[in-house]
């Protein structure tokens, strides 16, 4: 059995407790863990990012130079992603980064994070006593 302490409303140690076993006697599933905190820094991106492309771009409507004849390379138009106020070949465009982690997968991420935490002594529990008064 797991134990943890138990301290009052002061701070002051108030005995030990046992933890259920169910929440936190089992073993850590790394994978498991894993793909939580990869869904979780998924979920905190916003997906506003953008930039333009070759079509976005203000200008570039006619040819610069004609095809043949000058000696330069064929151009089609100044927007071009090789050119300097060009295009981006393959923006960033907004989307939806959102992830989801099936239920089961997610009950086992949390107790593994419980159970990590309870054999590493990291869980404490609180006592609070409440009095009610009647007037």
Not at 119 to 131: A, C, E, F, L, W
Request: proline share 6%.
């Amino acid at each position: 059995m797991v134990k943890a302490k138990v301290y009052d409303i002061n701070g002051n140690p108030d005995g030990e407790i046992e933890l259920s076993e169910i929440a936190f006697g089992i073993t850590p599933n790394k994978d498991i863990l894993w793909q939580y905190v990869k869904v979780y820094l998924a979920n905190q991106r916003v997906g506003t990012h953008c930039a333009k492309t070759r079509g976005e771009v203000a200008g570039g409507g006619r040819k610069p130079w004609r095809q043949k004849g000058t000696g330069r390379a064929r151009q089609g138009t100044i927007r071009s992603p090789i050119w300097r106020k060009g295009g981006v070949a393959f923006p960033p465009k907004p989307r939806n980064h959102r992830l989801r982690l099936p239920k089961k997968m997610r009950r086992i991420a949390l107790a593994s994070i419980l159970s990590d935490r309870a054999n590493q002594g990291k869980v404490y529990i609180s006592r609070v006593s409440i009095s009610i008064s009647q007037k």
